[in-house]
């Protein structure tokens, strides 16, 4: 594949992510696209409902081991997408160079509060 085609990706997931902080909820909503278990469609989803379904997690943390920031993998193969709350940015990649796009700091701020809670737990 190509960065255009990594690039249109990035830009799909930010463009969804954008639509839903505009309409108030970052993260989402219960729907029969995105159910929850024991939740009723409409309701809205916060951080830790949308970390349910990421691959991955990667934590940078200070020399003291106190929580930094992380990288998110939600997506991988093809293509493969990171959110790096430390850059604010969404990472990928399709076989091709990485293409980053900016994600609203309404998101990136309230997925880095849950993400230094989990790596507190």
């Known amino acids: 594949m190509s960065n255009a085609s990594a690039r249109e990706y990035a830009e799909s997931i930010a463009a969804e992510i954008r639509a839903n902080v505009k309409?108030?909820?970052?993260?989402?909503?219960?729907?029969?696209?995105?159910?929850?278990?024991?939740?009723?469609?409409g309701e809205e989803l916060d951080a830790l409902d949308w970390l349910e379904g990421v691959l991955d997690i990667q934590y940078l943390v200070n020399s003291d081991r106190t929580y930094r920031?992380?990288?998110?993998?939600?997506?991988?193969?093809?293509?493969?997408a990171w959110i790096d709350t430390r850059t604010g940015m969404l990472e990928c990649a399709w076989w091709s160079a990485v293409e980053s796009v900016e994600l609203p700091g309404e998101f990136?701020?309230?997925?880095?509060?849950?993400?230094?809670?989990?790596?507190?737990?």
């Open 69 to 80: 920031a992380a990288r998110v993998c939600i997506t991988y193969g093809g293509p493969t």
């Open 108 to 121: 990136i701020d309230a997925l880095d509060d849950a993400l230094s809670d989990l790596y507190g737990l």
């Open 23 to 41: 309409n108030g909820t970052p993260f989402g909503v219960v729907s029969d696209d995105n159910p929850v278990a024991d939740r009723e469609n």
